[in-house]
């Protein structure tokens, strides 16, 4: 094959040439292609509220609307993070204008460490957008909210709540959750309602209890008896040896929500000790706790639990349960039990069922599922904005948000073509092409506020979001009755943990009771008083004292401990 | 220049044509050099603008940065920054394992890429070549996200494709991705894995610049496969190659944070933990703008002693110094 | 080259083969995984995990349909395209002209200005410097925040600069006696002789454009920006975070097979230009050019 090699060399010359002309002209092409294509994205300007096709008959909230159209950028994360943001000809973007006389900039902040690390960086350049949500890696919003109030980067609300009695009612109604975002006297954020509390719990297959001809357990040494049994028994009858009793992975502070229902039987769930008031502290000072976590690497030496625990995520971990590796998990409800969530296991094991597990007791008869944190989402207003007087418009568009119509239209979509209500106001999806209905993939763009700033745990939304549906057997599954289920159990109430802002070193300190508790749970170093000692004595080293009473100031001055 | 026989012209050392006191010299110098100086001026420009305008802005590293006051106004704090950091608990761990990471790849990771480029090189089929290279520097392409996927199907045990081996030749399944001691294994080779296809093209683009005449000559002279490679080959890679260690050696305190970041967890932090994760976790979580700039800094130095050092010793041993 | 076909050289050959055989075993079986991950059914996939082989009745495009289907993915490989094209040729016009500079030995100040570029090399001092920078500059929200701040690799320069210390002189002085300036000597005697190394140097700026996702995410804010790798990253990332969802996105292929078909689609590109390039990375490029 002739290559270049073969041509004449000034033919070869002109050709690179053309090449690199080629290349430069396309880069400055693309310069002029990719700046003409940002500006034509803006919305477009709005003409004068004078020419505006807003019919005059209208019953307005406003009696005086200003002439220009304020320009409010919101910044806020992704209710579904891959399926981006809402294309720009979005009928929100127009109504919000027309209505509320803003032009509305949605930006979609990456999830996690992504996101804070721009929340982080917008900060530092003092480039904060008008409105926006606090994000945390680690989600603690407050803290984050707590350092850019210090850092003098955004503005007190008082003045903007009594400007949205609406939203005040429905949203921010919890003196609690106002208390915590409330500094020195003033408010700085907006505590948007969490999401659903307590809504996790242990569930277990009843399909593999009945195969084994075993009863559910209430104790943790039943517990641990059954898992043996859910591993050396083959419950799902096939023949392999595939199967562990227990399944999780670690999120959140030593070993994690996800087996605090074992520490719960203890009487020393979580990290601090709530359940004790006059005894405030970190719980690993409970004589209990050593024994919790001593009873925690008997589970793990009996080999009982999916190996892969300590560095699984929470994907693997719904892919391995969906695909029958454990009997014994701890999960959301509604990750559990959802019509898209539970479809794939139904599938795999039509005849396979989970029911859900009380707080299995410890030795001493105690039992607490978990600790209810009870964390929501927090937005606020950037100074800046507040010193270009847009402090109101914000207030408009949000008070807009919780009203009827910004509530459906951010939420769910426009009625009679996303979703339909019924006699009782339910929102449901009878008689709407499945393409275009609010929970289909295509609508995803459209509704990506609702998470953030649009639910507030109406039943309405409830019904909506966990509708009843039947498995593939025919067996009716409810997702709310897992839901009730767990909120029904034993829970310490510690939300008072976000009012404890976390230590300078909290990278050393965290890392330092995380790796010590996880070493005693694998059984890589033997757990013994000597041992257990010296893990308090390196906690105290690296300032358990000093952490312990600032977090103890912190909940009596939020009025949340005597 | 001399010619080291292999088609190689190894550079010799000069002063660049600078004599102090002479000022006149100096400056025909210069316009002797003029049309380098224009070609040079716009990317020297560039250097100027997003290089040291960051390094300008870097001094927040040696302040209490606040946004509202700017990079001018913030107040001065000297060294605490830094001493925060080296004074914290697991420095030295930090350090230790980081520096080992670095070490560790460069150590095997560049031997085994001019392995490999040689290799491919030698063989006379040259679609077994182009087929062998192009799925060698494929791994590079895949981010560690997905890497970790693979991994856990390999390395896992619960029915990994290694422990299956070694549970049928009668073994116990070897948590590998959190065992300590395992750990350091998995993430050094897993990024020779990755990288070293990669690595090759630069040393195979190196050789491939060597004149076919020297072989040949040398064949005619009788030299064997191996002495070809010796004589011929590897002074041919040599600049590159100690360029490239030299420019690592720079940058000794990285040690992949993307890779580490995903790979580990809890069990292995004692072997795991480097410097990066550290300061994400500290920095990243506390709004600390200063302390990701102070360690950067910090890096720096550690890296520019290093080589200096490396450089000394690259002059007297192949005399090919960086600088 | 001459091939000799000595017994001694064909147990060379069979060695060198062998070798190669074993890296090419351990590169691809693990990439088998990805491959076979990306392809495999949604009901194979929650049943086992992705298997060791595909039937061959029983595997799907599933994956890349949903991925290539995506409603941003033609806007995301446009911009994609743009970033890599413009910053790649952005990055090699001002990193040849500085590598040329610098292989000129008798330079004044030439160590000078090595030792400051190795400064920079040394010391980065990270985002927030950077990003303080960018913002200043009324950056925000363009493509030039991406290409501009990291357009010369100081690794790449050296490397290049080494090469152009490699060539004869010989050449370049007769091109000067003819009369040539520096800039005619670089285009048209010097330039020339070094397609692998500007092939090379070219290919790992393209690489790195074609990968970069988080400038993008920091500075650019307009959706219609975003290119490829932040929306594979936010389907990389997302189902982590999809706690409290009703909605399940992956209805179609499982969360693995979508990773692993992102990260197949990234790869593509690469695996179709390197041949390309691999024509001109012939044996002795210098033949011809300099008389012996």
């Not at chain 1, 320009?71 to 579904?80: P, S």
């Not at chain 1, 195969?211 to 043996?228: D, F, M, W």
């Amino acid at each position: 094959m002739k290559t270049m090699q073969d041509t004449d060399p000034t033919l070869r010359r002109r050709m690179r040439r053309a090449w690199i002309v080629g290349l430069v002209v396309t880069a400055i092409l693309a310069q002029v292609v990719a700046a003409c294509g940002g500006a034509a994205t803006e919305p477009p300007v709005a003409p004068p509220a004078a020419e505006s096709e807003v019919p005059g008959e209208e019953p307005t909230a406003e009696p005086t609307v200003p002439p220009e159209p304020v320009d409010i950028e919101l910044w806020a994360q992704a209710t579904v993070t891959e399926a981006g943001a809402p294309p720009d000809d979005w009928i929100a973007y127009d109504i919000i204008r027309e209505r509320l006389n803003i032009n509305l900039t949605y930006v979609i902040l990456p999830t996690g460490g992504d996101g804070e690390a721009v929340l982080n960086a917008s900060a530092a350049a003092n480039e904060l957008p008008d409105l926006l949500q606090m994000v945390s890696a680690a989600n603690d919003p407050r803290s984050t909210l707590y350092r850019l109030v210090q850092l003098g980067l955004l503005a007190p609300v008082d003045d903007l709540m009594p400007l949205m009695p609406e939203r005040v009612a429905t949203h921010y109604n919890d003196p609690l959750l106002l208390s915590l975002v409330t500094f020195d006297g003033h408010q700085y954020g907006f505590p948007e309602p969490p999401p659903l509390p307590r809504r996790e719990g242990l569930v277990i297959r009843s399909d593999w209890l009945e195969s084994l001809g075993l009863e559910p357990p209430t104790t943790l040494e039943e517990l641990l008896e059954v898992a043996v049994a859910f591993t050396e028994q083959d419950p799902d009858g096939n023949g392999l040896d595939d199967t562990y009793g227990i399944g999780g992975f670690i999120v959140g502070q030593g070993l994690g929500n996800r087996f605090d229902f074992i520490l719960g039987g203890f009487g020393v769930p979580g990290v601090w000790n709530f359940t004790d008031p006059a005894n405030f502290g970190l719980n690993v000072r409970d004589p209990r706790y050593p024994e919790a976590v001593a009873f925690f690497n008997r589970v793990v030496e009996a080999g009982v639990v999916d190996p892969d625990w300590p560095t699984l995520t929470r994907d693997d971990f719904r892919a391995r349960w969906k695909q029958g590796l454990f009997g014994i998990m701890w999960e959301d409800f509604a990750a559990l039990s959802n019509q898209s969530n539970y479809t794939p296991f139904d599938e795999n094991f039509p005849d396979g069922a989970w029911i859900p597990l009380p707080a299995p007791t410890g030795p001493e008869g105690e039992a607490y599922y978990g600790v209810y944190t009870g964390r929501g989402q927090i937005f606020a207003v950037s100074q800046r904005a507040a010193d270009d007087g847009k402090g109101e418009a914000i207030a408009r568009l949000l008070e807009w948000m919780a009203e009827p119509e910004g509530y459906y239209l951010l939420g769910f979509g426009e009625e009679g073509v996303n979703f339909v209500l019924d006699e009782e106001g339910n929102v449901s999806i009878e008689g709407i092409d499945p393409a275009l209905a609010w929970n289909s993939a295509e609508r995803q763009p459209y509704t990506q506020m609702r998470n953030q700033l649009i639910f507030y745990n109406t039943p309405a939304e409830i019904n909506a979001r966990y509708p009843t549906y039947q498995t593939s057997n025919g067996r009716t599954m409810e997702p709310m009755m897992f839901l009730e289920f767990f909120q029904n159990q034993p829970w310490v109430d510690g939300r008072g943990i976000q009012v404890i802002l976390p230590p300078a070193n909290a990278a050393d300190f965290d890392r330092f009771y995380n790796e010590g508790l996880m070493q005693f749970a694998l059984g890589q170093v033997e757990i013994n008083e000597e041992t257990w000692a010296e893990f308090l004595a390196g906690l105290d080293t690296l300032g358990a004292v000093e952490y312990e009473a600032s977090a103890l100031q912190a909940l009596q001055e939020a009025g949340l401990v005597p | 220049m001399q010619l080291l026989g292999a088609g190689i012209a190894k550079p010799v050392r000069t002063s660049g044509g600078y004599q102090p006191g002479r000022g006149t010299a100096f400056a025909r110098a210069i316009w002797r050099h003029r049309w380098l100086y224009m070609l040079m001026a716009p990317t020297l420009l560039y250097f100027l603008i997003f290089r040291y305008g960051p390094l300008w802005n870097a001094q927040i590293a040696f302040k209490d940065f606040r946004p509202l006051l700017g990079v001018l106004g913030s107040p001065w704090t000297g060294l605490q920054n830094f001493e925060a950091f080296i004074n914290s608990f697991y420095f030295d761990q930090l350090m230790g394992n980081t520096i080992f990471f670095s070490a560790t790849k460069l150590l095997l990771g560049i031997p085994l890429a001019v392995v490999l480029a040689l290799a491919l090189h030698e063989t006379w089929f040259a679609r077994y070549r182009t087929v062998v290279q192009t799925m060698a520097y494929l791994p590079h392409f895949l981010s560690w996200v997905v890497m970790y996927g693979v991994m856990l199907t390999i390395l896992s045990p619960n029915n990994g494709l290694i422990n299956q081996v070694i549970e049928s030749l009668g073994g116990d399944p070897i948590p590998f991705m959190r065992s300590p001691d395992w750990f350091r294994q998995v993430v050094v080779v897993s990024d020779l894995w990755k990288e070293t296809g990669w690595s090759t093209i630069l040393y195979l683009a190196a050789l491939l610049a060597i004149s076919p005449h020297l072989y040949e000559a040398a064949t005619v002279d009788g030299a064997s496969h191996l002495q070809r490679i010796w004589h011929i080959s590897l002074p041919g890679i040599i600049p590159v190659v100690v360029l490239v260690t030299l420019l690592r050696l720079g940058h000794i305190l990285e040690a992949g944070f993307n890779q580490i970041f995903v790979l580990y967890s809890v069990p292995v932090y004692s072997v795991g933990d480097i410097l990066d994760t550290w300061v994400y976790r500290q920095g990243v979580l506390q709004f600390q703008f200063s302390l990701a700039t102070a360690v950067g800094l910090f890096k720096g130095a550690v890296g520019l002693i290093l080589i200096v050092v490396a450089n000394r010793v690259s002059k007297r041993i192949t005399e090919l110094p960086l600088f | 080259m001459q091939q000799v076909r000595t017994r001694d050289a064909i147990t060379y050959q069979i060695l060198v083969a062998i070798f190669l055989l074993f890296v090419l075993l351990a590169i691809v079986v693990p990439l088998w995984r990805v491959v076979v991950t990306a392809f495999t059914p949604l009901e194979i996939y929650t049943r086992q995990g992705a298997p060791l082989f595909l039937s061959p009745t029983r595997w799907t495009a599933a994956a890349f349909q949903q991925l290539l289907g995506h409603p941003l993915f033609p806007r995301a490989m446009l911009n994609s395209m743009i970033i890599t094209l413009s910053g790649t040729a952005l990055s090699l016009i001002l990193t040849i002209p500085l590598a040329y500079g610098l292989s000129s030995h008798t330079l004044p100040g030439r160590r000078v200005i090595m030792l400051l570029i190795l400064f920079t090399f040394l010391f980065n001092p990270g985002l927030i410097p950077v990003y303080l920078l960018v913002v200043k500059m009324g950056l925000t929200n363009s493509f030039l925040a991406i290409i501009l701040p990291p357009a010369v690799g100081v690794t790449n320069t050296l490397v290049m600069m080494r090469f152009f210390e490699g060539l004869p002189d010989e050449l370049k002085e007769a091109a000067r006696m003819d009369g040539a300036n520096e800039l005619q000597v670089l285009w048209h005697v010097v330039l020339p002789l070094s397609k692998p190394i500007m092939l090379t140097i070219g290919l790992f700026y393209s690489v790195y454009f074609w990968n970069e996702f988080f400038t993008p995410i920091l500075y650019l804010t307009d959706r219609d920006l975003m290119p490829l790798p932040v929306l594979l990253r936010n389907i990389l990332i997302s189902a982590s975070f999809n706690e409290y969802v009703e909605y399940d996105a992956f209805s179609t292929s499982a969360l693995e097979s979508l990773k692993s078909a992102a990260v197949l689609l990234t790869m593509l590109p690469m695996m179709l230009v390197y041949p390309w390039i691999q024509r001109y990375f012939t044996k002795g490029t210098l033949l011809g050019a300099v008389k012996e």
